[in-house]
C-alpha cells in the first residue's frame, strides 16, 4: 500500500520518520512527542497500512483478522488523521481519486468504518464514548493527541488489545500528566516493549528558524516549548521540586558503621518492591534493592540479607494492604522492623518530610538511581472528594515504590539526623516450639572484695 499511499506515488518517509517510527514497528507501546506541523500524521498513516496489511491468525480454531482503532479526544481531533484514511480507501464521489479503493470491500461513513477486502477493518473511534472502544479484539490502537485522553478511555481501550498482543501508537505534544507522559517516560528507560522520541517542529525540513521565530513571537514561552519545541514544562500538582541538587551520593558497600537503618515498600502484584538503606548520620542513602516477580518465600530472605550486609539497626516499611504477614516474618528471620500502616494523613506527613528535606538540600541521594529521579520527577498531589485533603501517588500507569521507600528512610534519617552513637549489644534470641523470645546476655560478674 505504501506504493500508491501519496496520489498513486510510493510514500518515502523522511530520516527520522524511518528511525525513530518505522524501524520501531516491532515494539508493542511508541509514543511520540512531537512538534506541531512536524510530519508525525504522515508516518502515523502509513503505520496503519502496515497493520491493516498484515496476515490473519487463527486462535482456538477461529480466524482473526486485523482491526485498526483511530482514537482522539474527541470526533473532531479524531477526524485529522481519520479523514486520510478514508480518502485513500473512499475518497468522494466527485473528489479525487482513491488510490486504495481496489483494497476496499465496503464502508459505512456513519460508523467511520472502512472493511478491506482481506478481511482487515480500520474504524474511528472517540473518548467522547469510552463505551464504545470496549469488547472487541483489536490488534492496534493509534491515538493522535493523546496528551489530552481521559483516564476513562484508556482504560476502556487496552484490554482490547490484551488476547491479540495488539500493538499501540501514541502522538501528542509534550503537555500534560497523564498515561501519555507516563507511557513516554517508560519509553525512555529500559521497560521492555516501549520507545519513545521526542522532536521540534523544525524535523520538518519545510520549516524554517525564521517560521518557529515567527510562531515564538505569537506564543507565550510555554506554549512554544510545548507545542513546537516538544519540552514538558508544567509543574503544577507535582510535589517535588529543586530535588535534582540532593542526587551527589554513590552507593556506599557493606559492611555497615552501626548507624544504618533501612526504607521498605513491598511491592503488590506487578509493582516493585523496593529497599533503600540510609546512614542517619550523614543522612546519606547508601545501597539500594528493586525487584519484582518474587513471592515473599524469595524476597523476605533477600530482604533479611541487605539488613544484615549493613548492620541496620531496624526497617521502617509500609505494612499497608499487606498487613503484619511480611513484617512478622521478617522479625523471625533476626530483623527489627516498624511497619506504618499508611492513611492520608500518615502518609501526607511521610512524603512531607521527604519534600521538605530535599527542597532544603539536606537528604543526600545516589546520582546513579534514575529510578527514583523518574519518580520524583512525576510524583503527584491531588485533592480528595470534598474533604479539603491532599493525596499522593504515581501519575496512572507508573509506579512510586522508590519514592515511598526512600521517603521511608529518609523520615527516621531526618529524626536522628547525625546519630553517632553506637549500635546497642544486641540481644541473644531463640526460638522455643510456641513463639520466639528474647533474652538479654548476662551481665558480668561482681568482684566482691
Given at each position: 500500500?505504501?506504493?500508491?499511499?501519496?496520489?498513486?506515488?510510493?510514500?518515502?518517509?523522511?530520516?527520522?520518520?524511518?528511525?525513530?517510527?518505522?524501524?520501531?514497528?516491532?515494539?508493542?507501546?511508541?509514543?511520540?512527542?512531537?512538534?506541531?506541523?512536524?510530519?508525525?500524521?504522515?508516518?502515523?498513516?502509513?503505520?496503519?497500512?502496515?497493520?491493516?496489511?498484515?496476515?490473519?491468525?487463527?486462535?482456538?480454531?477461529?480466524?482473526?483478522?486485523?482491526?485498526?482503532?483511530?482514537?482522539?479526544?474527541?470526533?473532531?481531533?479524531?477526524?485529522?488523521?481519520?479523514?486520510?484514511?478514508?480518502?485513500?480507501?473512499?475518497?468522494?464521489?466527485?473528489?479525487?481519486?482513491?488510490?486504495?479503493a481496489t483494497f476496499k470491500a465496503d464502508h459505512d461513513k456513519q460508523r467511520k468504518l472502512i472493511k478491506l477486502k482481506t478481511g482487515a477493518r480500520v474504524q474511528a473511534k472517540s473518548a467522547d464514548d469510552p463505551k464504545s472502544m470496549r469488547g472487541e479484539r483489536v490488534t492496534a490502537a493509534f491515538v493522535d493527541e493523546a496528551q489530552d485522553m481521559p483516564e476513562e478511555a484508556y482504560r476502556a481501550f487496552l484490554p482490547a488489545l490484551m488476547d491479540s498482543n495488539g500493538v499501540v501508537r501514541l502522538t501528542g505534544t509534550a503537555s500534560g500528566r497523564g498515561r501519555f507522559r507516563t507511557y513516554f517516560i517508560l519509553g525512555q528507560q529500559d521497560e521492555p516493549d516501549f520507545y519513545s522520541f521526542s522532536g521540534?517542529?523544525?524535523?520538518?525540513?519545510?520549516?524554517?528558524?525564521?517560521?518557529?521565530?515567527?510562531?515564538?513571537?505569537?506564543?507565550?514561552?510555554?506554549?512554544?516549548?510545548?507545542?513546537?519545541?516538544?519540552?514538558?514544562?508544567?509543574?503544577?500538582?507535582?510535589?517535588?521540586?529543586?530535588?535534582?541538587?540532593?542526587?551527589?551520593?554513590?552507593?556506599?558497600?557493606?559492611?555497615?558503621?552501626?548507624?544504618?537503618?533501612?526504607?521498605?515498600?513491598?511491592?503488590?502484584?506487578?509493582?516493585?518492591?523496593?529497599?533503600?538503606?540510609?546512614?542517619?548520620?550523614?543522612?546519606?542513602?547508601?545501597?539500594?534493592?528493586?525487584?519484582?516477580?518474587?513471592?515473599?518465600?524469595?524476597?523476605?530472605?533477600?530482604?533479611?540479607?541487605?539488613?544484615?550486609?549493613?548492620?541496620?539497626?531496624?526497617?521502617?516499611?509500609?505494612?499497608?494492604?499487606?498487613?503484619?504477614?511480611?513484617?512478622?516474618?521478617?522479625?523471625?528471620?533476626?530483623?527489627?522492623?516498624?511497619?506504618?500502616?499508611?492513611?492520608?494523613?500518615?502518609?501526607?506527613?511521610?512524603?512531607?518530610?521527604?519534600?521538605?528535606?530535599?527542597?532544603?538540600?539536606?537528604?543526600?541521594?545516589?546520582?546513579?538511581?534514575?529510578?527514583?529521579?523518574?519518580?520524583?520527577?512525576?510524583?503527584?498531589?491531588?485533592?480528595?472528594?470534598?474533604?479539603?485533603?491532599?493525596?499522593?501517588?504515581?501519575?496512572?500507569?507508573?509506579?512510586?515504590?522508590?519514592?515511598?521507600?526512600?521517603?521511608?528512610?529518609?523520615?527516621?534519617?531526618?529524626?536522628?539526623?547525625?546519630?553517632?552513637?553506637?549500635?546497642?549489644?544486641?540481644?541473644?534470641?531463640?526460638?522455643?516450639?510456641?513463639?520466639?523470645?528474647?533474652?538479654?546476655?548476662?551481665?558480668?560478674?561482681?568482684?566482691?572484695?
Amino acid at each position: 500500500m505504501w506504493k500508491v499511499m501519496k496520489a498513486g506515488k510510493p510514500y518515502s518517509p523522511w530520516h527520522w520518520q524511518a528511525k525513530h517510527i518505522h524501524a520501531k514497528a516491532d515494539l508493542k507501546y511508541l509514543v511520540y512527542a512531537i512538534g506541531r506541523r512536524a510530519g508525525k500524521s504522515e508516518a502515523m498513516t502509513a503505520e496503519v497500512l502496515r497493520e491493516l496489511s498484515k496476515e490473519p491468525v487463527e486462535v482456538d480454531g477461529i480466524v482473526h483478522y486485523p482491526v485498526v482503532y483511530i482514537i482522539a479526544p474527541n470526533y473532531e481531533m479524531t477526524m485529522r488523521i481519520w479523514e486520510p484514511i478514508w480518502d485513500l480507501f473512499v475518497g468522494e464521489e466527485e473528489g479525487p481519486y482513491a488510490p486504495l479503493a481496489t483494497f476496499k470491500a465496503d464502508h459505512d461513513k456513519q460508523r467511520k468504518l472502512i472493511k478491506l477486502k482481506t478481511g482487515a477493518r480500520v474504524q474511528a473511534k472517540s473518548a467522547d464514548d469510552p463505551k464504545s472502544m470496549r469488547g472487541e479484539r483489536v490488534t492496534a490502537a493509534f491515538v493522535d493527541e493523546a496528551q489530552d485522553m481521559p483516564e476513562e478511555a484508556y482504560r476502556a481501550f487496552l484490554p482490547a488489545l490484551m488476547d491479540s498482543n495488539g500493538v499501540v501508537r501514541l502522538t501528542g505534544t509534550a503537555s500534560g500528566r497523564g498515561r501519555f507522559r507516563t507511557y513516554f517516560i517508560l519509553g525512555q528507560q529500559d521497560e521492555p516493549d516501549f520507545y519513545s522520541f521526542s522532536g521540534p517542529s523544525t524535523l520538518n525540513h519545510n520549516i524554517s528558524e525564521e517560521d518557529m521565530d515567527r510562531e515564538l513571537r505569537t506564543h507565550t514561552e510555554n506554549e512554544f516549548r510545548s507545542e513546537y519545541l516538544a519540552e514538558w514544562t508544567e509543574a503544577e500538582g507535582l510535589v517535588f521540586k529543586n530535588y535534582e541538587q540532593c542526587f551527589t551520593g554513590g552507593w556506599v558497600s557493606p559492611p555497615g558503621n552501626g548507624m544504618n537503618i533501612m526504607g521498605l515498600d513491598i511491592g503488590k502484584i506487578n509493582d516493585y518492591t523496593v529497599a533503600y538503606v540510609g546512614n542517619m548520620k550523614n543522612q546519606q542513602i547508601i545501597a539500594k534493592d528493586r525487584f519484582r516477580g518474587l513471592n515473599f518465600p524469595i524476597l523476605e530472605p533477600r530482604i533479611a540479607k541487605l539488613y544484615r550486609d549493613y548492620d541496620c539497626r531496624f526497617i521502617y516499611m509500609d505494612a499497608t494492604g499487606m498487613g503484619e504477614g511480611p513484617a512478622d516474618h521478617l522479625r523471625a528471620l533476626g530483623c527489627s522492623v516498624i511497619s506504618e500502616k499508611f492513611t492520608n494523613e500518615s502518609k501526607g506527613r511521610i512524603i512531607s518530610a521527604f519534600v521538605r528535606e530535599t527542597e532544603q538540600n539536606r537528604v543526600i541521594l545516589p546520582k546513579e538511581d534514575s529510578d527514583l529521579r523518574n519518580e520524583m520527577a512525576l510524583y503527584e498531589a491531588f485533592p480528595i472528594g470534598n474533604q479539603n485533603l491532599i493525596g499522593y501517588s504515581a501519575p496512572a500507569g507508573y509506579h512510586d515504590d522508590c519514592v515511598v521507600a526512600a521517603a521511608l528512610v529518609n523520615y527516621k534519617m531526618a529524626r536522628n539526623r547525625g546519630m553517632d552513637r553506637p549500635k546497642p549489644a544486641p540481644y541473644v534470641t531463640w526460638r522455643s516450639s510456641d513463639r520466639p523470645r528474647a533474652h538479654m546476655a548476662p551481665l558480668p560478674a561482681v568482684k566482691v572484695v
